[in-house]
């Protein structure tokens, strides 16, 4: 019994040491935070390079999946901000998780729903792990600086011409 205990304790030392030692392994990217850059390549077989758009234009990263209903019927919401904004300079990147997915099926769904901005598939979860995506629908917002401003689940942002005006000129010192 003592043995158990003894094994029991040293794991959860370990686990909090880790927790410690690696805070953004603990929790997800959240607002006030720079937005982890990342290199991937989009399902059209085009570059994305985040640290080439940090800077310049401000980012809104929506995080899907093809069996997600959430993603489903928030893609139209989705689509008219990237009507009213994308022209204005707000980059859009849609993620597919991948996870319990496939290319063709994700593939299917942007063309059903005439997604108009680039999306990578996730296939590793890579982008998903480091952006500590709890669930899916998910849709970041960042400065042009890359500060973190608006993180919804399951529901899309509203942006309006004041707020839109700090996404484009935020500089976090």
Do not use: H
């Not at 008219?80 to 997915?101: A, P, S, T």
Request: hydrophobic content about 45%; charged content about 25%; aromatic content about 12%.
């Amino acid at each position: 019994m003592r043995n158990n205990q003894s094994t029991y304790l040293k794991l959860v030392i370990f686990l909090l040491a880790v927790a410690l030692a690696f805070p953004a392994a603990a929790s997800a990217v959240e607002v006030g935070e720079k937005l982890p850059l990342f290199k991937a390549e989009d399902m059209n077989g085009k570059m994305i390079d985040l640290s080439k758009i940090v800077g310049k234009k401000p980012v809104a990263l929506v995080f899907w999946a093809s069996w997600s209903s959430e993603s489903k019927t928030k893609f139209p919401e989705v689509n008219e901000l990237y009507e009213k904004w994308g022209y204005r300079g707000l980059k859009f990147i849609g993620i597919n998780v991948g996870m319990g997915d496939t290319v063709e099926k994700a593939r299917k769904v942007l063309e059903e729903y005439q997604v108009p901005y680039p999306n990578v598939f996730d296939k590793t979860g890579e982008l998903s792990e480091k952006y500590r995506i709890k669930k899916v629908f998910c849709m970041i917002v960042a400065a042009k600086d890359g500060t973190v401003m608006m993180k919804y689940y399951d529901s899309v942002p509203v942006i309006d011409d004041n707020n839109f005006l700090v996404l484009k000129t935020y500089e976090k010192n």
